[in-house]
């Protein structure tokens, strides 16, 4: 199925603002250059575009075979920036929604891999409730992929011969950063960041610290959507009772 592409939109210089605390902030549009549209329910509402004509009739009985197709041509996309980058869902305790984004860097035995802080937000939520929602869109082609499973840690092997393939600077990064904890401000990260580099130049070897590893996402519902003409949107997913049934595919109505 060929990918369906779309002229590059253009973008305006961002603009500064001063923040209470004087500090400059970069926006991602510039608010000045139109000060007359502002962002009203109508305004809100126009937001809209049509569909195209691709269908998605068939898809390998395999899920892992058809995601695999769909990442390839997603990563073939010019206008996709990081094809494997997925929006991660995870409940809290007392069962608040948490999200984020994170980069899909695996999909074998079964499942879907990522890597993170043991000691982040997400970590404690997986550890809380290991039930959790991935989600791939790709609004370029008007596809996404939506993965209901659960989340388990990977092995510590794993995570540290990962861990030895990153650039040096994220290896150095993951010890500096106590991720999701309070910050009192920015120099303090970038000073934990100098100490790291100080205790490991570039070119040594940096270990993969204790707190930090993957885990690997083992889907029992794999949905693929692709967008469609006057909201008709096709939607395939496979479905499974747990990780011993086999895979059942079924077509939903948008």
Not at 10 to 32: I, N, W, Y
Not at 124 to 136: A, D, K, Q, R, T
Request: proline share 6%; charged share 25%; glycine share 6%.
């Amino acid at each position: 199925m060929a990918p369906i592409l779309h002229p590059k939109v253009g973008c305006s210089r961002p603009s500064l603002r001063q923040d209470d605390a004087g500090t400059k902030v970069t926006l991602d549009t510039d608010m000045s250059e139109k000060p007359d549209q502002s962002l009203t329910r109508d305004a809100i509402r126009a937001m809209r575009r049509s569909y195209g004509d691709t269908g998605l009739e068939t898809l390998p009985a395999d899920p892992f075979a058809a995601f695999a197709q769909w990442l390839q041509e997603a990563a073939a996309n010019e206008y996709i920036v990081e094809a494997n980058a997925m929006v991660l869902s995870t409940v809290t305790a007392d069962s608040q929604i948490n999200t984020r984004t994170v980069l899909l860097k695996d999909i074998s035995d079964g499942g879907f891999t990522f890597f993170t802080n043991y000691q982040s937000r997400k970590a404690h939520g997986i550890e809380l409730n290991p039930n959790v929602s991935l989600l791939f869109p790709w609004y370029a082609m008007e596809r996404q992929v939506s993965i209901s499973g659960f989340a388990e840690k990977i092995s510590r092997e794993e995570s540290e011969d990962y861990f030895a393939t990153r650039p040096w600077s994220s290896q150095i990064g993951a010890w500096a950063s106590a991720q999701s904890a309070p910050l009192a401000s920015r120099e303090e990260l970038e000073q934990r960041f100098e100490g790291a580099k100080e205790k490991w130049p570039e070119g040594t070897t940096v270990p993969c610290p204790p707190h930090w590893g993957g885990y690997r996402v083992t889907p029992v519902s794999i949905e693929f959507w692709q967008g469609r003409y006057s909201r008709l949107h096709d939607r395939l997913r496979y479905e499974r009772a747990n990780t011993n049934s086999d895979w059942e595919v079924h077509r939903y109505y948008p």
